[in-house]
């Protein structure tokens, strides 16, 4: 079966994330992620892609990106992919594939979702075992940029991000002060079982706008119900 494309708005932002093959490692030592900053710098300025948030793990990586162009993200990731593959398998002497298939992105609803997948990517060293305590321990994260104002020229700060203060330091103040909420599980499955599945992160509303645009489906059929009953064919003319 072919494989549909991706949903791609220039101008609305992503999660994408790309893993390690059989989720091994992908970084070993700082020279490896430090390469792989450098290179996400200059495909993301090649490629006109906006780079919001981010976090390097052992094994995956997480972005959150605006396109500017259709095509950006993944020109970006292939450019991105074929330089670290050829320095990785230079580096430990190796051959062969590095990552477990295509990258996976979801559109992001900017207006619910948008901060929360910011915490969702800068806290993965936190929900990651015997990692780190405060996404601030990590140094392989967007965190430091976002909420502490340290200087790093791969992160342009989205819209929302500037909306939340006049200053840097006010943005930097309220930023943090989002992490002293946690994200509700469901919110959690959401942004993984989206992301996974390549479907839209966002309302109804959101998504509906999308399935215009798009023509495609945007998130999963609901499951069970008597599809011979009123009832249930009122609620999915509802949807």
């Known amino acids: 079966m072919a494989r549909l494309p991706r949903f ?3 101008g609305q932002p992503q999660h994408v994330i790309v893993r390690g093959n059989n989720r091994d490692p992908i970084f070993y030592a700082d020279q ?3 390469f792989y900053l450098d290179k996400l710098k200059q495909a993301s300025d090649q490629h006109a892609c906006d780079i919001h948030a981010y976090v390097l793990m052992t094994n995956h990586v997480h ?8 095509q950006g993200i993944g020109k970006m990731m292939q450019m991105l992919g074929r330089y670290y593959v050829q320095y990785f398998n ?6 062969g594939t590095l990552w477990e298939g295509r990258y996976k992105a979801t559109l992001i609803d900017t207006e619910n979702y948008l901060l ?11 929900r990651a075992p015997d990692m780190v305590g405060h996404p601030s321990e990590y140094p392989w994260s ?3 940029y976002n909420a502490l104002g340290k200087p790093d020229q791969l992160v342009t700060p989205h819209l929302e991000y500037r909306r939340l203060g006049k200053t840097a330091a006010e ?5 943090r002060a989002l992490f002293k909420t946690r994200i509700a599980e469901k919110t959690l499955e959401e942004i993984r079982a989206a ?3 390549a479907w839209v992160l966002g309302s109804e509303r959101f998504r509906a706008k999308i399935d215009q645009l798009q023509q495609r489906q945007t998130a999963p059929k609901a499951r069970g119900g008597d599809r011979k009953s009123e009832a249930y064919r009122e609620g999915i003319n509802r949807v």
């Open 142 to 144: 967007s965190y430091r």
């Open 116 to 126: 929360t997948c910011y915490r969702y990517i800068e806290l993965n060293p936190v």
């Open 90 to 95: 230079y580096t430990y002497e190796r051959t």
């Open 8 to 10: 791609v708005i220039p």
């Open 32 to 34: 490896d992620y430090r």
């Open 195 to 197: 992301t996974n599945k």
């Open 171 to 175: 943005r930097q103040a309220a930023y």
């Open 63 to 70: 972005l959150l990106v605006t396109p500017q162009t259709e």
